[in-house]
């Protein structure tokens, strides 16, 4: 048999190197004890707390849609937000320039990870939250639509994420972040709070209860809200975000 030897310089193509990417930043967030407690932990503690010890006191029907909300939240900004601040830090996404990656080849493989987590824990929480009393009843059109509420909550999560992480230094972005993380937490996105409709927060905690009761036909207006935060954040993050420290 011959071995060809022959020297291949050129890079992988694009979609490999986006998915390798993407690889790599998904395992150092399940590397990750603290990304994990936000992601996992805070939200499955959450539903057994509301099993538990407030049956009666949190509505049984829309509470495991907020803590939903809350997980695509802590992802799409939390951990996205604390993990870029430090890869900027200690040079990370700085050495990854001298790769054939990217910016832009960065940015997909950070939003295919978030993606694929957001995925895990729609399908584990959901799951949790099943077996241990949620009914919820959705209906086919309210479920793509809350579908949608989710991916340009995510575009809009994403985005503040790399604006935090590229105007401050890290120690302020996991300050910052996780304070942020509080304050909208408790500001429509577990329990809704009718007057902060247009928080992205508040949308996406309201377009998931609205899924939860099957209505017909579903609210559009988190939706609208949502895509609006999306495009602006998105915008801005364009011209903000970097790679260099």
Not at 25 to 31: D, G, K, P, Q, S
Not at 126 to 130: K, Q, R, S, T, V
Not at 211 to 218: E, F, I, K, S, V
């Given at each position: 048999m011959?071995l060809?030897?022959?020297?291949r ?5 694009r979609?490999r190197?986006?998915l390798?990417?993407?690889g ?8 990750n004890?603290?990304?994990?407690l936000?992601?996992?932990v ?9 099993r ?8 049984a ?8 909300a ?22 990370v996404l700085e050495?990854?320039?001298a790769?054939p ?11 295919a990870s978030v993606?694929i987590?957001?995925a895990?824990?729609l399908?584990?929480i ?5 077996a241990?009393?949620?009914?919820p009843e959705?209906?086919p059109a ?6 949608l ?5 995510l575009?809009t999560?994403?985005?503040?994420a790399?604006?935090?992480?590229s105007?401050?230094k890290?120690?302020l972005?996991?300050?910052v972040g996780?304070l ?6 408790g500001?429509?996105?577990?329990v809704?709070?009718?007057?902060l409709w ?5 949308a996406?905690g309201d377009?998931?209860?609205h ?8 609210p559009?207006t988190?939706l ?6 999306a495009i602006v954040?998105a915008?801005?993050?364009r011209?903000v975000?970097r790679?260099?420290?």
């Open positions: 011959n060809d030897l022959t020297p310089p050129l890079a992988a193509p979609g190197r986006i390798a990417h993407a790599i930043e998904l395992t150092n967030v399940l590397r004890g603290e990304q994990l936000l992601t996992l805070i939200p499955l503690g959450l539903l057994v707390v509301a538990g010890w407030l049956a009666g006191i949190v509505d029907t829309t509470f495991p849609a907020g803590v939903l809350l997980a695509i939240w802590s992802t799409g900004f939390t951990s996205l937000a604390i993990n870029t601040g430090f890869e900027l830090r200690y040079g050495r990854l320039a790769t990656l990217r910016k832009a080849d960065v940015i997909a493989g950070k939003a993606a987590i957001a895990g824990q399908l584990l959901g799951g949790a939250a099943i241990l009393w949620w009914r959705p209906t309210g479920t793509l639509i809350a579908l509420d989710i991916a340009f909550a575009i999560f994403a985005s503040w790399l604006i935090l992480a105007l401050l890290a120690e972005v996991l300050a996780n942020i993380y509080l304050v909208l937490a500001a429509g996105l577990v809704a709070v009718p007057s247009w928080l992205p927060t508040a996406l377009g998931l209860r899924w939860t009761h099957g209505l017909a036909p579903a559009l988190p609208l809200v949502l895509i609006t935060w954040s915008a801005i993050a011209k975000f790679w260099m420290s």
